[in-house]
């Protein structure tokens, strides 16, 4: 009984945070708080490249202090790039960023979800694309490339403005499958899951700014019976001092839904299952997963094959993104990420990640939301699996 008190009492006391505004101008640090790298005294070369980088952004800031403050994380960043010389790495919107932790709370922000004690569901190899596209039922060999945002399934590039990456993702991912079982492509609220989804099932499954998991999203529409569209409940997360809003529960009506679906599935859980993301993708559209976003630099991207060394050894998946294709570029398999920092990040908002080693813990935690009627998915979009094989939940794909 303890316990579940001790619980209560953390659930109250975490979620009264999670309401609080992110960082505030008093949580910056002074200059004198950060230490620079070798060389990096302010110089004339670095006054120009301050003054051109708040330019190229558009930076302002609050107080004197505070530019200080981004200006000293600034030539640490400057510094760092000149000793990597990285051809997929340079100055972003980001470069001034004080910190990792600081970065993390305002655009990563997915959480690992706790254990389950039921089993997770598998893919079973199912073509729910055929619906639209039945040519993807075949067996042939996968085409050497694959967009799906070439096929309208793919929503514009959003923005997110704080920890609610895992938001981002879920919605992506639901999108495509929505399109995919005959509907018309639609963007979906991420308001409406930072909301409510952190007041109905609390701090430890969704925390609204503060992180959360695609998973627990998934299990929350489908109780809620659907989500809205972003025209109906549209993101009003501000950017400075960020927070949830009060759940519009007016809105969580049958008759206001844009999307349903009918639950989720595993699709990778580690390194050995990375190859099996590209079937599925091309058979169920667009997937989103986890990555170390830390570790993969990911806030210095500019473009290219992003293929950190680093990322070999991630140590956790704390952004949510959406795969939505994949291919080769000089030789480099790769896979084509779309990210929730705008569009003016990396790629027109995408960053291509180099693929078959697990970069960054991709293949970790890849999930997939399936449509509501995926019992009626027609017979010749269902693989022919082996009975040995339904009995083991390893089991991903029909039979070859």
Not at 78 to 83: H, I, K, N, S, V
Not at 136 to 160: C, E, I, M, N, Y
Request: glycine share 10%; charged share 20%; net charge negative.
């Amino acid at each position: 009984m303890l316990c579940l008190w001790c619980a209560l009492i953390l659930e109250t006391t975490l979620a009264s945070v999670a309401r609080v505004p992110v960082v505030g101008p008093s949580d910056y640090p002074t200059q004198a708080n950060l230490t620079s790298a070798p060389g990096s005294t302010e110089s004339s070369e670095l006054v120009h490249a301050w003054s051109d980088f708040k330019a190229q952004f558009a930076k302002t800031y609050a107080t004197a202090s505070e530019e200080d403050a981004h200006r000293a994380a600034f030539s640490v960043e400057m510094d760092r790039l000149a000793a990597l010389s990285s051809p997929t790495q340079g100055l972003t919107a980001f470069s001034d960023v004080l910190s990792d932790e600081a970065f993390a709370t305002r655009w990563l922000g997915r959480k690992d979800p706790a254990p389950r004690l039921e089993a997770v569901r598998r893919w079973d190899g199912t073509c729910y694309a055929c619906v639209r596209f039945p040519h993807l039922g075949g067996r042939g060999a996968p085409p050497a490339s694959f967009d799906w945002r070439d096929h309208g399934a793919v929503t514009a590039v959003k923005t997110q403005n704080c920890g609610d990456c895992y938001a981002f993702g879920t919605t992506g991912d639901v999108e495509g499958v929505w399109f995919l079982a005959g509907h018309p492509l639609v963007s979906l609220s991420e308001e409406a899951i930072v909301d409510c989804c952190f007041e109905d099932e609390g701090i430890m499954k969704c925390a609204g700014c503060a992180g959360g998991n695609q998973e627990n999203v998934f299990d929350w529409i489908v109780q809620k019976g659907g989500i809205d569209s972003e025209a109906t409940y549209p993101y009003v997360v501000p950017k400075r001092k960020p927070h949830p809003s009060n759940c519009r529960r007016d809105l969580l009506t049958n008759a206001s839904f844009a999307a349903k679906i009918g639950g989720w599935y595993q699709v990778a859980k580690g390194a050995a299952d990375e190859d099996k993301i590209a079937e599925a993708l091309l058979k169920a559209g667009p997937i989103t997963v986890g990555i170390d976003a830390i570790t993969a630099k990911l806030k210095a991207y500019t473009g290219g094959v992003h293929a950190p060394e680093e990322c070999k050894h991630w140590k956790k998946l704390n952004h949510a993104v959406l795969i939505v294709g994949y291919g080769t570029d000089g030789g480099v398999p790769y896979w084509m990420v779309k990210n929730s920092w705008g569009e003016e990040f990396g790629e027109d908002g995408y960053f291509r990640l180099k693929r078959g080693e697990n970069l960054c813990g991709i293949a970790e935690d890849a999930v997939h939301s399936m449509p509501p009627n995926a019992s009626s998915v027609p017979s010749s979009a269902k693989s022919s699996v082996p009975s040995s094989a339904k009995s083991t939940v390893e089991y991903f794909f029909g039979s070859a």
